[in-house]
Nanobody, 125 residues
Framework: QVQLVESGGGLVQAGSSLRLSCAAS????????MGWFRQAPGREREFVAA????????LYADSVKGRFTISRDNAKNTAYLQMNSLKPEDTAVYYC??????????????????WGQGTQVTVSS
């Protein structure tokens, strides 16, 4: 069982940066791939980024590639999403998630077993 708690969201201007954190409980954090998803009003939840359990592999959505960086600190049971050059279209609730596919970077939400409650990111133009 893994419990996830996101933090770090807020209201920022376009071009700004934010760093989201996802604190995980449970002793098996290191065996999970961690992912970030986002959901804007009226839209489906979409994949943003994922990182495998060993941090060897990462994957990004095309829309955030080059601007966002996913990382994790297994000693702190925490995953991060550094978001730079934010755009108004990045506005959404951001969720972190844990997948039992520790060696892969799945993009489908159904591949993730545990979810946080979400944190709001609003980017003004």
């Amino acid at each position: 069982q893994v419990q996830l708690v996101e933090s770090g969201g807020g209201l920022v201007q376009a071009g700004s940066s934010l760093r989201l954190s996802c604190a995980a409980s449970g002793r098996t954090f290191t065996s999970y791939t961690m992912g970030w998803f986002r959901q804007a009003p009226g839209r489906e939840r979409e994949f943003v980024a994922a990182i495998t359990s060993s941090t060897a592999n990462t994957l990004y959505a095309d829309s955030v590639k080059g601007r966002f960086t996913i990382s994790r600190d297994n000693a702190k049971n925490t995953a991060y999403l550094q978001m730079n050059s934010l755009k108004p279209e990045d506005t959404a609730v951001y969720y972190c998630a844990a997948s039992g596919y520790g060696y892969y970077t799945p993009v489908s939400p159904v591949s993730y077993n545990y979810w946080g409650q979400g944190t709001q990111v609003t980017v003004s133009s």
